[in-house]
């Protein structure tokens, strides 16, 4: 089987996301039916996209462009050369580059596999030493890499290699189930206040006999989280957690786990649970596994954060210390986390699946994607 050096371009259209109107965060362009994939929603999503966190009004898609299912969407700022399939039609602005492949040349997954295997490490050639990371659309143009001639050789090693993403997949939905319910449980527990028992209990301005409501200052610390800057990470078995969630790994870990993170710039009050020893950036506040608790992850996850700082948007912690948190008597305390402890279990050890499988495909990746291993 013959393999050529190719540019993208060659391949099929190239062309970057667009996003005209300025200022960009006037509220008329959003709100309304079509999706608006941001760099964060490319980094966080598998082989294929299907999540977003914004959508664009009619006056958001007249000042932009509705890219079709099937379109390989490529980060050049912010996060770089992170990649995802669209499986829905979706608009993105300038920072991401959209790919749709000839279908005589080119299968979409193949190519973003060869970006995961290759072209995240060539970028940083064109980007060393910049003072802000980016990969412009003609430094992307100017790559050349090694392909089959043939697209159906293509498609048979992306066949091979989609088949632990589909896996991956798979456990993430699970994931995404189980901590549902756990979520779900919490709201119809100590928000709804329909717990076990509490036809019997007086409420008294939504807190229940026996309960309290408690300023988050007295119930844990929100510690900040120390820079560790992308280019000085070491890849490494400590997952390194900023507002967005995990965005990388390193050698050391600042925090013992499990603890939980707050986010603090960026996702402004986004709150994960992390159950082994990590590294929160400075982006984010972290509470220590002394104070941290499956309760107060879930009670954390449903207070209203409010953004304060008006010069450089982020959650100011005096502001989040004064949200109240409803504490419940020991004895529902405690069912509830013998509710949703072993779904947390379920949660980590499917997480720690996934992470294998990745592990696994990615020491594959290098020699499917130069033809060493052949399927």
């Known amino acids: 089987m013959s393999w050529s050096e190719k540019s993208i371009d060659q391949l099929g259209f190239v ?34 996209l299907t999540d977003y966190s914004q959508t664009y009004s009619e006056e958001g898609l007249a000042q932009s462009k509705l890219w079709p299912v099937g379109t390989l969407c490529i980060t050049i700022a912010a996060n770089i050369a ?42 940083r050639q064109f980007t060393q030493g910049a003072a802000q990371d980016n990969l412009s659309q003609a430094k992307l143009l100017a790559l050349k890499f090694l392909v089959p001639d043939d697209v159906t050789e293509q ?17 993430r939905r699970r994931i995404q189930l189980l901590e549902e319910s756990a979520r ?13 028992g509490h036809e019997q209990v007086e409420i008294t301005d939504g807190v229940p006999e026996g309960w309290e409501k408690k300023p988050l200052k007295q119930i844990a610390t929100l510690n900040y989280g120390k820079a560790l800057k992308a280019e000085v ?25 499990p603890g939980i993170v707050v986010g603090r710039k960026g996702n402004v009050g986004s709150v994960y649970w992390v159950n082994t020893d990590f590294y929160p950036i400075d982006t984010v506040y972290f509470i220590t596994t002394e104070e941290s608790s499956l309760f107060l992850y879930h009670a954390l996850q ?37 509710e949703v402890a072993p779904i947390q279990e379920q949660v980590n050890k499917l997480q720690d699946y996934n992470g294998k499988l990745a592990q696994a495909r990615d020491l594959l990746l290098p020699k499917l994607m130069s033809g060493e291993l052949v399927v």
């Not at 608006?36 to 490319?42: A, H, K, L, S």
């Not at 000839?102 to 060539?122: G, I, M, P, Q, T």
């Not at 779900?184 to 076990?196: A, D, G, I, S, T």
């Not at 078995?237 to 050391?252: A, C, D, I, L, R």
């Open 15 to 48: 062309s970057r996301g667009r996003s005209r109107h300025r200022p960009r965060d006037a509220a008329h362009l959003y709100g309304g039916q079509y999706p608006f994939v941001q760099t964060g929603d490319v980094k966080h999503a598998g082989l294929y």
């Open 82 to 123: 992170d990649t995802s399939i669209l499986a829905i039609d979706a608009c993105f602005p300038d920072s991401v580059i959209g790919f749709i492949p000839d279908s005589e040349k080119a299968d979409a997954r193949f190519v973003k596999y060869l970006f995961d295997a290759v072209l995240k490490l060539r970028y």
């Open 155 to 171: 498609i048979r090693i992306a066949d091979f290699i989609a088949t632990y993403d589909d896996l991956i997949e798979n456990n």
């Open 184 to 196: 779900l449980l919490y709201q119809e527990w100590f928000v709804h206040l329909r717990f076990p």
């Open 233 to 257: 990470r070491v890849p490494g078995p400590f997952p390194v957690y900023g507002s967005s969630g995990e965005v990388g790994s390193h050698e050391k870990a600042l925090v013992k786990g």
């Open 302 to 338: 449903n207070v209203q954060f409010i953004n304060t700082d008006v010069a450089v948007p982020g959650l100011n912690r005096d502001m989040a210390y004064s949200r109240g948190i409803l504490i419940p008597d020991d004895k529902n305390y405690e069912r509830f986390l013998s």
